[in-house]
């Protein structure tokens, strides 16, 4: 991913973060995987959102989401608040 996607939709949200799990790729890249209380597998790229600002993505805790879907379908967290 990169800051060139093209998003097929894009959306806002206020959810709560029910569960938080860091991951590594193939290559060794570190991502997000978010459940949300209405939307399961939202992605957490350092190419949309810095990693150095995932630490404020806590469980139990809400947000303003701001979402965009690929053309695959996947869910990739742009930015919150």
């Not at 093209?6 to 206020?14: G, M, S």
Request: proline letters at 0%.
């Amino acid at each position: 991913m990169n800051n060139n996607q093209k998003w097929i939709n894009e959306k806002t949200l206020t959810s709560k973060i029910l569960e938080k799990k860091e991951l590594t790729d193939k290559n060794l890249r570190n991502y997000l995987v978010l459940k949300l209380e209405q939307v399961d597998g939202i992605f957490v790229f350092n190419s949309n959102v810095k990693e150095e600002r995932w630490f404020y993505l806590q469980e139990g805790q809400e947000y303003n989401f701001s979402i965009g879907e690929n053309e695959k379908g996947y869910l990739n967290l742009l930015d919150f608040s």
